[in-house]
């Protein structure tokens, strides 16, 4: 794979529905060697931590109503929180290119469907996504 | 752990597969909404637990399904929750990634600038979900801003703030 192909596939699958990276694995195994070559990459990529994470499951199983865990976890939940809320700030000051709004209309109607109003996925979206779609094909 | 809920697992994250636009991340509130509030596979506050020790787990985001799965139905919980959430998204990206030096001109890019604004509003709400979980007192708001401004202004690996964050909890001033 080209560094050009990477970088394609790499913004391919940020459209992609589901995880972003296993996605991109599946491709780049895809392209080396076939549906044998992806099943490897998907393996090999979340093989090890399922390994891992079911080992913590067990762990927080187990101990996870200890006052000191729980007081760690609080603080991480807090922190990661704000990760995911800065990485997502990062990615939306392109929207703010769009001189009409739609584009950021159309990312708080999806917050407010799925952040506030707490509908189910499917249905937002089965709304949402030709909407948006309708809307960047009408404007091209 | 019955088989029905087993089943009930691979049925919720194959559908969430599918939805997910942008990454697993993109979907936590539909997987609160699922495990807590629809099928009381675990507490609220289990649930930010879960999402708390994915983000420290090395590994893709994915990973908290594998949690959820666990925390439901034990290791073939955490298996079938993995394989449903990966399964439908992962033949999709096959097929498309085969077909995808087809895919250009301006249908496939205005496609793509339609999809960009949902998975920036679906990461916001999975923040700001999860940001509501977490913020039991003044002191968790604050470490929430103060990592999100952290994150966006500068480059800093947010193990260390996860490090500081988890040390101010077991200090107890969180």
């Known amino acids: ?140 | 752990m019955s088989d029905s809920t087993l089943a009930r697992l691979a049925g919720h994250f194959a559908l969430m597969s599918l939805f997910a636009i942008g990454g697993a991340n993109s979907a936590l509130p539909e997987m609160q909404r699922v495990a807590v509030e629809l099928e009381h596979w675990m507490t609220a506050r289990q649930f930010t637990d879960v999402f708390a020790l994915a983000q420290v787990t090395p590994g893709p985001n994915v990973i908290v399904v594998t949690l959820i799965g666990y925390q439901a139905a034990g290791l073939m919980g955490a298996l079938v929750a993995t394989l449903a959430m990966c399964g439908p998204s992962c033949l999709f990206a096959f097929y498309v990634g085969r077909i995808s030096d087809r895919l250009q001109g301006a249908r496939w890019s205005a496609t793509q600038q339609g999809l960009l604004p949902i998975s920036i509003g679906l990461i916001a709400a999975s923040g700001f979900v999860v940001a509501t979980a977490a913020a039991h007192n003044v002191a968790a708001v604050l470490v929430t801003l103060a990592t999100a401004l952290l994150c966006f202004t500068t480059r800093l690996n947010p193990l260390w703030i996860f490090a500081m964050a988890a040390l101010m909890g077991l200090a107890d001033l969180l």
């Open chain 1, 1 to 140: 794979m080209t560094g050009d192909e990477f970088n394609a596939s790499y913004a391919l699958c940020q459209f992609l529905p589901g995880p972003n990276v296993v996605n991109l694995s599946v491709i780049f195994g895809g392209r080396i060697r076939g549906p044998l070559g992806s099943v490897v990459a998907l393996i090999g990529l979340i093989g090890p931590p399922f390994i891992i994470v079911s080992a913590i499951g067990f762990i927080y199983a187990r101990f996870g109503e200890i006052a000191a865990l729980q007081r760690m976890l609080m603080g991480i939940a807090a922190a990661a929180a704000g990760l995911v809320l800065g990485t997502c700030a990062k990615m939306a000051l392109p929207l703010f290119r769009d001189r009409l709004g739609l584009a950021p209309a159309m990312a708080l109607l999806t917050f407010a469907a799925i952040g506030v109003m707490r509908w189910p996925l499917h249905w937002s979206l089965a709304v949402l996504v030709p909407l948006s779609i309708a809307v960047a094909w009408v404007r091209r």
